[in-house]
Nanobody, 123 residues
Framework: QVQLVESGGGLVQAGGSLRLSCAAS????????LGWFRQAPGKERNVVAA????????YYSNSVKGRFTISRDNANGTVYLQMNSLRPEDTALYYC????????????????WGQGTQITVSS
């Protein structure tokens, strides 16, 4: 089983950038498809980006397409989310997740979650 730990969250002004990292331990991340989810207060947790095991396929939600970039470094056991042109509506708790299923850009059942990192975008 894999354990995931996110870092890189914080407070940023609208229009700014942040880079989230998710470090894996335990099982190699190369067997997992990985994703970033976010959950704002009172709202559901939704996927914002996902990447296949070897990085050949990526998915972005419409709300972040063109602004966020997901990438992974299997050798170092890390997945990243580069977030540019941040907006107040991007404010949420961001989670890293791992799945062994990835179809049409969507992750299947999540086998591991990180603890989450808070992103707050001020206007």
């Amino acid at each position: 089983q894999v354990q995931l730990v996110e870092s890189g969250g914080g407070l940023v002004q609208a229009g700014g950038s942040l880079r989230l990292s998710c470090a894996a331990s335990g099982r190699s991340i190369s067997v997992y498809h990985l994703g970033w989810f976010r959950q704002a207060p009172g709202k559901e947790r939704n996927v914002v980006a996902a990447i296949s095991r070897l990085g050949g396929s990526v998915y972005y939600s419409n709300s972040v397409k063109g602004r966020f970039t997901i990438s992974r470094d299997n050798a170092n056991g890390t997945v990243y989310l580069q977030m540019n042109s941040l907006r107040p509506e991007d404010t949420a708790l961001y989670y890293c997740a791992a799945s062994t299923f990835f179809d049409g850009g969507k992750l299947g059942a999540i086998e591991a979650w990180g603890q989450g990192t808070q992103i707050t975008v001020s206007s």
